[in-house]
């Protein structure tokens, strides 16, 4: 299928880093701003290449690349840029609505109080709906191996009708269950929060268990689900009790398939099982996840699943519908969001 028509087809993100989503020049900038002398290289195409992390192999190698990124996010300007630069190059990617995710205790180093931070990530939302149309709304995440995600889960509860539609458990999975935050999960939810967290990534189905007795209604990657399931000559034949849930209630699966061979999740794209659990009928929606951290963009992960998976415009427009419907935004925004899909397919 011609790129260019790719290109052009709307699309609903619903997994994309604020953090792992920045342009190598605007790296270079914010650091030349702030007096940060820490940066691997010196030039956009240096950087660009330093940051590419397609040889990272495990979750945990892959995650050092933020250290750089967030580095540069610790004040507000830097903050509203990056954020409002991703809103401009997702927009002209197709995006016709997306959800940005990003933990904002990550980003007190310079001095700057939580909210501050919320403001201002925020507000470079607000100026790239403005400038491109689309709906943005952010996700806050806690990490699964830090200890304050009470904290995170009140400080965006604080957000709930100001643009924060969400609550996430990031960060490393093998060995830090969701459930050591369950209390931050339930606190979130009470403050009219949805909640999507990373399950079935670095860990196996035994998280997504863990993450759906905390009360996931979306799963952050949730591939390793296939350990679930009984596949026989490329069909899905029979489905374990965690498996058997997912499908039955329709729960999202935030599936990123780049980022995913980056981390070692899976040796190969032909090896990826986003085609088989989307011919399955699982709620697969596709998304970047880390565009710079994976050198990708969602008309990439289009590419990706019609050449190797056999995706039609058919399915990409089913999965685009999907994530549409599993977006954590407000009934009237869903509703302009599936009117946008179905309109721009026809055209494409």
Same mark, same amino acid.
């Given at each position: 299928?011609?790129?260019?028509?790719?290109?052009?087809?709307?699309?609903?993100?619903?997994?994309?880093?604020?953090?792992?989503?920045?342009?190598?020049?605007?790296?270079?900038?914010?650091?030349?701003?702030?007096?940060?002398?820490?940066?691997?290289?010196?030039?956009?195409?240096?950087?660009?290449?330093?940051?590419?992390?397609?040889?990272?192999?495990?979750?945990?190698?892959?995650?050092?690349?933020?250290?750089?990124?967030?580095?540069?996010?610790?004040?507000?300007?830097?903050?509203?840029?990056?954020?409002?630069?991703?809103?401009?190059?997702?927009?002209?990617?197709?995006?016709?609505?997306?959800?940005?995710?990003?933990?904002?205790?990550?980003?007190?180093?310079? *001095?700057?109080?939580?909210? &501050?931070?919320?403001? =201002?990530?925020? %507000?470079?939302?607000? +100026? @790239?709906? $403005?400038? !491109?149309?689309?709906?943005?709304?952010?996700?806050?995440?806690?990490?699964?191996?830090?200890?304050?995600?009470?904290?995170?889960?009140?400080?965006?509860?604080?957000?709930?009708?100001?643009?924060?539609?969400?609550?996430?458990?990031?960060?490393?999975?093998? *060995?830090?269950?969701?459930? &050591?935050?369950?209390? =931050?999960?339930? %606190?979130?939810?009470? +403050? @009219?929060? $949805?909640? !999507?967290?990373?399950?079935?990534?670095?860990?196996?189905?035994?998280?997504?268990?863990?993450?759906?007795?905390?009360?996931?209604?979306?799963?952050?990657?949730?591939?390793?689900?296939?350990?679930?399931?009984?596949?026989?000559?490329?069909?899905?034949?029979?489905?374990?009790?965690?498996?058997?849930?997912?499908? =039955?209630?329709?729960?999202?699966?935030?599936?990123?398939?780049?980022?995913?061979?980056?981390?070692?999740?899976?040796?190969?794209?032909?090896?990826?099982?986003?085609?088989?659990?989307?011919?399955?009928?699982?709620?697969?929606?596709?998304?970047?996840?880390?565009?710079?951290?994976?050198?990708?963009?969602?008309?990439?992960?289009?590419?990706?699943?019609?050449?190797?998976?056999?995706?039609?415009?058919?399915?990409?427009?089913?999965?685009?519908?999907?994530?549409?419907?599993?977006?954590?935004?407000?009934?009237?925004?869903?509703?302009?969001?599936?009117?946008?899909?179905?309109?721009?397919?026809?055209?494409?």
């Amino acid at each position: 299928m011609d790129r260019a028509i790719l290109q052009r087809l709307p699309k609903v993100v619903l997994h994309d880093h604020l953090d792992g989503g920045l342009r190598p020049a605007t790296v270079l900038d914010l650091a030349r701003e702030q007096g940060y002398e820490g940066l691997p290289e010196a030039t956009v195409a240096g950087l660009s290449r330093w940051f590419f992390q397609a040889g990272s192999a495990t979750l945990e190698r892959y995650l050092e690349a933020f250290a750089q990124t967030v580095a540069v996010m610790q004040t507000a300007e830097s903050l509203e840029r990056v954020a409002h630069e991703a809103v401009l190059d997702l927009a002209a990617d197709g995006a016709v609505y997306a959800e940005l995710r990003f933990a904002p205790m990550l980003h007190l180093a310079g *001095g700057l109080r939580p909210e &501050r931070v919320m403001d =201002a990530v925020l %507000a470079g939302c607000a +100026a @790239g709906r $403005r400038q !491109t149309g689309i709906p943005v709304f952010v996700i806050a995440c806690a990490l699964r191996h830090l200890d304050d995600s009470a904290g995170v889960a009140t400080l965006a509860g604080q957000f709930a009708h100001r643009g924060v539609v969400g609550f996430d458990l990031a960060g490393p999975e093998a *060995g830090f269950p969701a459930s &050591r935050h369950r209390a =931050a999960c339930r %606190a979130a939810t009470q +403050a @009219g929060l $949805r909640l !999507t967290l990373h399950a079935g990534e670095g860990a196996g189905v035994d998280s997504m268990a863990d993450a759906l007795g905390c009360g996931a209604e979306r799963f952050g990657h949730g591939v390793r689900l296939i350990e679930d399931l009984t596949v026989r000559d490329g069909r899905v034949v029979g489905m374990g009790p965690v498996a058997a849930q997912i499908h =039955a209630r329709g729960l999202a699966l935030e599936v990123c398939p780049i980022s995913n061979l980056h981390t070692g999740t899976f040796p190969s794209i032909e090896a990826h099982p986003v085609g088989l659990l989307h011919r399955a009928g699982f709620a697969v929606t596709l998304n970047p996840d880390n565009r710079l951290m994976s050198g990708t963009s969602m008309t990439e992960e289009f590419a990706q699943v019609v050449t190797h998976h056999g995706f039609t415009v058919e399915d990409l427009q089913a999965v685009s519908l999907r994530a549409a419907e599993a977006a954590f935004c407000d009934g009237a925004t869903r509703a302009e969001i599936r009117e946008r899909v179905l309109a721009g397919y026809p055209a494409a």
